[in-house]
């Protein structure tokens, strides 16, 4: 990609407010896709004494049937529905959290521009919790929030109305960057001007389609070289 279209992504000197999503725009999504997917069938199913196949199709069902809800994020929901410990068998597996290529360079390029840096995830506190203590990412952000705050997740179009109480910002002035589309969506329609998708989310997993929004694989593609 060249210096002119990788600069045309984002005008620097015209944002004041960074608003970041976590799992898959930070961290490696594989983590969490392989824990949902894989571990917790494997854990449900020796719980139930059923089989495996039956275990995933159950859970991956379930999992469906709250897709954009706050629930699909909610590790009490998950404890209290398959009556396991949701929380503490995350923690188990926290070594495998990794971080993606060149997010650190990022933070750290938003932090040298003097940016508000915010983290806006629907991820639940406590997994919030294990993956600041197994990164790094924390010490560069200004405020951390999870939408289990305010009870609604980024597919609702009102949490940047809850997001703008707790922290103010001009959503002239603001870019969010998040690999949920749906959130990208409802951060247009409140009028969140700079959005940017984020596709590379796993080298496990397939890229994002960004359904029409301005996209970047590499964080080096959104900074200047000069950096």
């Known amino acids: 990609m060249t210096q002119t279209s990788r600069t045309s992504l984002i005008d620097w000197s015209n944002i004041e407010t960074v608003l970041l999503d976590m799992d898959g725009t930070l961290l490696d999504l594989h983590f969490d896709w392989n824990f949902w997917m894989d571990v917790i069938p494997q854990a449900y199913a020796d719980k139930n004494n059923i089989d495996l196949v039956h275990a995933k199709a159950l859970i991956h069902e379930r999992i469906h049937s709250q897709t954009g809800t706050l629930n699909w994020y909610c590790l009490d929901y998950w404890t209290e529905i398959l009556d396991l410990p949701i929380a503490e068998l995350k923690r188990e597996l926290r070594h495998q959290i990794k971080v993606h290529p060149e997010v650190m360079e990022f933070l750290a390029f938003l932090k040298a521009q003097n940016k508000t840096v915010v983290m806006v995830t629907n991820a639940h ?67 969140i001007k700079h959005l940017l998708c984020a596709i590379f989310v796993s080298p496990k997993l397939d890229p994002i389609d960004p359904k029409g929004f301005p996209h970047f694989s590499k964080y080096s593609e959104i900074m200047p070289r000069k950096f």
């Open 125 to 191: 506190r406590d997994s919030l919790a294990v993956k600041l203590e197994m990164t790094e990412i924390g010490n560069y952000f200004d405020r951390m929030i999870s939408s289990h705050d305010f009870g609604m997740p980024k597919e609702d179009v009102a949490i940047w109305t809850e997001i703008q109480n707790v922290v103010p910002y001009n959503p002239q002035k603001t870019l969010l960057i998040d690999d949920n589309v749906h959130a990208l969506t409802t951060a247009q329609q409140y009028g």
